[in-house]
């Protein structure tokens, strides 16, 4: 009696573990079945504009009526790719802000600039720096549309279609002081980078909106209206430079 008693209550056991076994097979193919742990499978979605004050009618003060987004540390650098030639042209700028630029930093906060003490000289400095987007025949047209593209949206309004200085802000009479490209003839390519990044004046920093690679392509792009003739042939540089433009920057532009 004993023995039969064990007896069945082993087949019991292996059948119940059978069946919890097999409850999680379905024949639907795309269906995991049953989840014992779905949380370990899927984690809750964080929706990063939301309120999370109370989440699962548990509130939490702490969230409340935050934004939960954060910003990435500063100094920490997005992933770029593999391409040499791009992820160098994006490690931080080197160049210190102006104090300047405290007062044309725009709308956003420049939290995590480090200032220079002299008031010019790191713009001054920065016209040493090159263009590191060589143009070439293969990519010129590439450049200027891409340029022209963002230049059509975030600078027109002000500078003008023609970069004539003449934009539709400036036509209205609530902006005055925006220069006509043609005057610009004595800025270094640096300099034009350093003032869309950190801003000149009452135009204020770019940075926060728009890479340093688009950065370049406007410096490009501006400098159409700078020098005449700009892009044509020898206008563009040496043979060499025009040889650096590696073909993989020229396909990237042209997405
Ligand atoms: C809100 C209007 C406004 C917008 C938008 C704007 N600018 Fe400007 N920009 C100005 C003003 C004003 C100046 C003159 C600043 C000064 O010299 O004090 C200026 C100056 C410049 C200069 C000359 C900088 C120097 O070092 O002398 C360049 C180059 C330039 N802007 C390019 C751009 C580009 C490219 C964009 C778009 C990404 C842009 N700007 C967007 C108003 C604007």
């Known amino acids: 009696m004993r023995k039969k008693v064990k007896a069945i209550s082993q087949y019991l056991t292996f059948a119940a573990f ?31 504009y939301v309120d999370y004050g109370e989440v699962r009618g548990k509130e939490n003060k702490e969230a409340k009526m935050k934004q939960s987004s954060m910003r990435p540390p500063h100094y920490t650098i997005p992933y ?11 490690l931080p700028y080197n160049r210190l802000a102006s104090s300047a630029a405290n007062v044309s930093h725009g709308l956003y906060e420049h939290e995590g600039w ?11 400095n920065s016209a040493a720096d090159k263009n590191p987007i060589a143009l070439s025949e293969a990519n010129k047209d590439a450049v200027f549309a891409r340029g ?6 975030m600078c027109a309004h002000c500078h003008g279609e023609k970069g004539d200085g003449e934009g539709p802000m400036v036509k209205s009479g609530a902006y005055a002081g925006v220069p006509d490209y043609k005057n610009l003839t004595n800025l270094a390519d640096g ?9 000149k004046g009452a135009m204020g920093a770019h940075a926060m909106m728009i890479d340093k690679e688009e950065i370049w392509t406007l410096v490009h792009y501006v400098n159409k209206f700078r020098f ?4 044509d042939e020898d206008a563009t540089g040496s043979e060499e430079e025009i040889e650096e433009a590696d073909a993989e920057e020229v396909s990237e532009i042209e997405e």
């Open 18 to 48: 059978g069946v919890v076994i097999m409850s999680s097979c379905v024949s639907d193919p795309d269906s995991s079945g049953l989840e014992y742990t779905p949380d370990m499978y899927r984690s809750p979605a964080i929706e990063p």
């Open 228 to 231: 005449d003739g700009y892009g």
């Open 191 to 199: 300099q034009v980078f350093y003032s869309i990044y950190y801003g």
């Open 80 to 90: 770029y790719g593999t391409d040499e030639h791009k992820m160098a042209m994006m």
């Open 148 to 153: 022209k593209k963002l230049y059509t949206s």
């Open 114 to 124: 480090r200032l220079s003490s002299e008031l010019d000289a790191e713009y001054n």
